[in-house]
């Protein structure tokens, strides 16, 4: 596959090959940053045309969920929650959860969405799993809304560890995308991979501390716990808006580590066979 790369001084294409390993095209996604937000305006659009709530749509899936874990979680396996009332300690763990649920979920299937536009136009691909990534901020912001009359309502007042919140969304955010570049990828080549996905985010959310505080797993292997990104996402994003204790710092390394090795990984695997893709869909 060939790169094209524009001249500042005029309107031509250079074509040129890749050389190395892989060629990012940083240039070429700056230049295609209208592109971006085409994509993510669209599907925001369609994502609510012709619903009877709109955007509440939003609201209802974390909102039932936080009711139903309330209830078999907190009232009858008396799971603790760090001190925090268990609607609260939940919700704050389903909202920063479902931002990457969602996000992963609709990128993995975003390639093969949009195969008629890559047949039609060269375009830096990763912009399509990129765009259906972020415009899932929009759920969140709603939703973020309701998590903030829930801490009034508890009378739960943010300190200072509040300038840390945006670092834990934009890190859910990223591992989100370092995912679904692999699997984005792969179900160009294998549609059974998108019949995966939600299983796996299930089973990855028992896996995650959404339900449970992660104070629960022994000491000595809260590192190893750190292998699962989501873990010290949850962890700090509870930790900086509610101000909980601090989370275990050797498991938001170990997290943070994951997450980089992911999405560079990623970007390199998804750059390396997009060549295909249009041969493919």
């Known amino acids: 596959m060939e790169s094209a790369v524009a001249q500042d001084d005029s309107c031509a294409l250079v074509i040129e090959p890749r050389t190395g390993y ?7 996604l700056w230049a295609a940053r209208e592109l971006f937000y085409f994509l993510a305006w669209r599907d925001l659009k369609t994502r609510y045309a012709q619903t009877a709530i709109g955007a509440s749509w939003a609201l209802m899936q974390p909102l039932l969920s936080t009711l139903i874990f309330t209830l078999v979680f907190s009232y009858l396996a008396k799971v603790p ?5 268990y609607p ?14 969602r996000s992963l979920e609709r990128s993995t299937l975003s390639v ?18 990129i ?14 809304l309701i998590l903030i009359g829930m801490m009034i309502w508890y009378h739960v ?3 200072w560890t509040v300038v840390f919140l945006p670092l834990f969304v934009a890190v859910a955010l990223l591992t989100a995308l370092s995912v679904s570049l692999w699997l984005s990828a792969l179900n160009v080549k294998y549609r059974d991979v998108a019949s995966i996905v939600p299983l796996m985010t299930q089973l990855w959310m028992f896996a995650s501390p959404v339900l449970y505080p992660a104070s629960l797993v022994p000491e000595s292997i809260r590192w190893l716990y750190g292998l699962n990104p989501m873990a010290g996402v949850i962890e700090g994003f509870r930790w900086a808006l509610l101000s ?24 390199m695997f998804f750059r390396r066979v997009e060549r295909t893709f249009a041969d493919v869909i």
Do not use: C
Request: proline share 8%; aromatic share 12%; net charge neutral.
């Open 157 to 159: 007042v943010p300190q």
């Open 88 to 101: 609260l300690f939940a919700f704050a763990a389903i909202l920063p959860w479902s931002l990457f649920a």
């Open 22 to 28: 892989v060629h990012v095209g940083w240039r070429e």
């Open 112 to 129: 093969v969405t949009e195969g008629g536009l890559i047949k039609k136009v060269y375009f830096p691909r990763l912009i399509i799993p």
């Open 131 to 144: 765009s259906a990534t972020f415009i899932n901020l929009v759920d969140f912001a709603v939703g973020f």
């Open 244 to 267: 909980k204790a601090p989370p275990d710092w050797s498991m938001v390394g170990v997290s943070l580590g994951v997450v980089a090795s992911l999405l560079i990984g990623g970007v």
């Open 81 to 85: 929650s760090d001190g925090l009332p």
